[in-house]
């Protein structure tokens, strides 16, 4: 089977498809605005302006559709037996536009939760987009909840599968002189990291032995780095810049808990793959978060900005070695009952299949 993905390929989401599915013997295609390279996958690059699809002033986020006969040429050329398109305002215009079908299109997040809200122009895009497609896949039911204010249509539940023997636990000892928390997110403000930062300082007047550890880059990187100093424990809060999946599990595995406090989460991967990796998290109860986290089992959920709330969650880790260590093991069986990359994938085979029959 040929699939083209309408796609970003540079995001490690768009990586994580192409690469379950060629290493099943599928020829994969992607059409991507940002330039990447994903291995055994031929991507074609559209030279696509960042600050054109990153801006969210009018309507220059849409300026992409000057490609447009470009693209429907290459999908032509291509001749997929599915297009697949992920992300419902940009990528998905493109998809809708180019009456390919079978086409497929995921919601992701923003493009459900913050694009239709930015005027009526934005929701009639999203709404066209929704209609044209023939299928629709979202990674949670909250954001499924969400696309369905645009549609009528079934929204199919294909949440983001763990890698198991990629995300687990070391084989180690930690030791607790330290204690160690980590966050693994982009740094913008959506993300909450400076509710973190800011529970976590407070903490630091009480315990000595704390470090935070923050891996990510984004727009709110200076912000946050000022924070922190002005707060007066940036010697203990290391910024470690964005990482790749082995670092990232290396993080984890050296950490005793981690910490997710989204303002807005589609659906929760970051706290899914700590938890793979038998650590406790601590999420708030943004979107798809309290769908990934077995509360008071594999970790704690608090109401989104609460910091007093977070604060009280971290120190009760912080002192409670043995909570730490049973919710971690509870952590990587959640993972393993529900979340296993093979099982998550397969109704997503499933509908390919019967989509081309």
Request: hydrophobic share 40%.
């Amino acid at each position: 089977m040929k699939i083209c993905f309408l796609a970003d390929a540079s995001s490690s989401h768009t990586i994580k498809w192409c690469d379950f599915f060629k290493k099943r013997g599928y020829e994969v295609h992607v059409i991507s605005f940002n330039y990447g390279e994903i291995a055994g996958v031929t991507v074609h690059t559209l030279g696509v302006e960042k600050k054109d699809m990153n801006t969210d002033t009018s309507l220059k986020k849409i300026r992409y559709i000057t490609k447009f006969f470009e693209i429907k040429k290459l999908i032509k050329k291509i001749s997929p037996d599915i297009l697949h398109a992920h992300y419902a305002s940009s990528y998905g215009l493109i998809g809708a536009l180019s009456s390919f079908h079978p086409y497929i299109l995921s919601v992701w997040g923003s493009d459900v939760y913050l694009f239709p809200k930015k005027g009526k122009i934005f929701k009639k895009i999203l709404e066209f987009n929704l209609k044209k497609a023939d299928v629709i896949f979202s990674t949670s039911k909250d954001m499924a909840v969400e696309a369905n204010k645009y549609t009528k249509k079934q929204i199919i539940l294909t949440p983001f599968g763990i890698d198991i023997e990629k995300f687990k636990p070391y084989p180690v000892v930690k030791s607790d002189e330290k204690i160690r928390i980590c966050i693994v997110k982009s740094l913008e403000k959506v993300y909450g990291i400076d509710l973190a930062i800011k529970a976590f300082s407070e903490l630091c007047e009480r315990y000595d032995n704390l470090e935070l550890f923050i891996g990510g880059d984004g727009s709110q990187k200076e912000e946050l780095l000022k924070l922190s100093n002005d707060l007066g424990h940036i010697d203990k809060i290391n910024f470690l810049g964005k990482l790749n999946w082995k670092e990232i599990v290396d993080v984890y595995n050296s950490c005793h808990f981690g910490v997710f406090p989204s303002m807005s989460e589609s659906f929760g991967v970051s706290a899914l793959e700590a938890e793979a990796c038998g650590i406790p998290v601590i999420v708030s109860n943004a979107g798809g978060f309290p769908e990934v986290v077995d509360n008071n089992n594999s970790g704690f959920i608090f109401e989104k900005g609460n910091v007093e709330e977070l604060k009280k969650l971290m120190e009760k880790l912080i002192n409670g070695k043995q909570l730490r260590d049973s919710m971690g093991r509870r952590g990587r069986e959640f993972v393993l009952s529900k979340y296993k990359e093979e099982e998550c994938f397969k109704e997503v085979i499933n509908i390919y299949d019967e989509i081309i029959k």
